[in-house]
């Protein structure tokens, strides 16, 4: 019987506002829970990633940038912030800034990034990234 290998890491894009919780707040930390998503379509997505999944970090409204890179460390559960409803949320643990930021503007004119769901669905705060769209912002980033 042929050994199948584990199926490699999914990607994922989470926002946050700078001023409401930034990056070096989260290096800080070194993990954090991600709660306080309210909107079904992020839920989903919340409740897709797995153990393992590599998370690129933007800063949203202030910088507009990917500013480094997180895993999922578990995966969903219910979000403890939530006084109604049935939200969920996912433990995040750093694992290293990108020498460079990359911005939004940046991704809006790199060919390779037009179908980016951040661009396509701007309100959402998580979101699915592919694995060549990874592979660019990794190579803009270093």
Do not use: C
Not at 53 to 59: A, K, M, T
Not at 88 to 98: E, I
């Amino acid at each position: 019987m042929a050994k199948t290998s584990p199926s490699p890491a999914r990607f994922w894009l989470v926002k946050s506002e700078p001023e409401s919780y930034s990056w070096s707040q989260f290096v800080a930390e070194g993990k954090s829970a991600w709660t306080g998503v309210r909107s079904f379509a992020a839920r989903l997505h919340l409740r897709a990633m797995k153990k393992g999944d590599q998370v690129f970090f933007y800063h949203s409204n202030v910088g507009k940038e990917i500013v480094g890179t997180a895993e999922v460390a578990k995966e969903a559960y219910p979000d403890p912030t939530a006084d109604e409803g049935d939200w969920s949320a996912v433990d995040l643990k750093v694992l290293k800034p990108l020498r460079k930021p990359v911005s939004l503007a940046v991704m809006k004119a790199d060919p390779a990034l037009k179908n980016i769901e951040l661009i396509r669905q701007s309100r959402l705060s998580v979101l699915p990234v592919t694995d060549a769209e990874a592979a660019r912002i990794l190579k803009l980033g270093s």
